[in-house]
Nanobody, 124 residues
Framework: QVQLVESGGGLVQAGGSLRLSCAAS????????MGWFRQAPGKEREFVAV????????DYADSVKGRFTISRDNAKNTVYLQMNSLKPEDTAVYYC?????????????????WGQGTQVTVSS
């Protein structure tokens, strides 16, 4: 069982930055691929970024590529999402998720564990 707790959300002006954190419980954090997803009001949850279990490989949605960076610290059982050049369309609840796998899944249904989400609001 893995428990995930996100933090770092908030209100920011367009062009600003935020760093989200996701703290995981358990002793096998380094065996899990970690993903970030987001859900805007009235929309389905969508993939944002994923990092493999070692931290050596990442993938991003086209909409955030070049602006967001996912990273992890396995010693601290934490995954991060650095968000720069934020846009109003980035406004959403952001969720982290974990999957016990060598690969970098991008589909929501591939993930086994989810956090409760953290709200990010970008004002224009």
């Amino acid at each position: 069982q893995v428990q995930l707790v996100e933090s770092g959300g908030g209100l920011v002006q367009a062009g600003g930055s935020l760093r989200l954190s996701c703290a995981a419980s358990g002793r096998t954090f380094s065996s899990y691929a970690m993903g970030w997803f987001r859900q805007a009001p009235g929309k389905e949850r969508e993939f944002v970024a994923v990092i493999n279990r070692s931290g050596g490989s990442t993938d991003y949605a086209d909409s955030v590529k070049g602006r967001f960076t996912i990273s992890r610290d396995n010693a601290k059982n934490t995954v991060y999402l650095q968000m720069n050049s934020l846009k109003p369309e980035d406004t959403a609840v952001y969720y982290c998720a974990a999957r016990y796998t060598y690969f970098r899944p991008q589909r929501e249904k591939e993930y086994d564990y989810w956090g409760q989400g953290t709200q990010v609001t970008v004002s224009s």
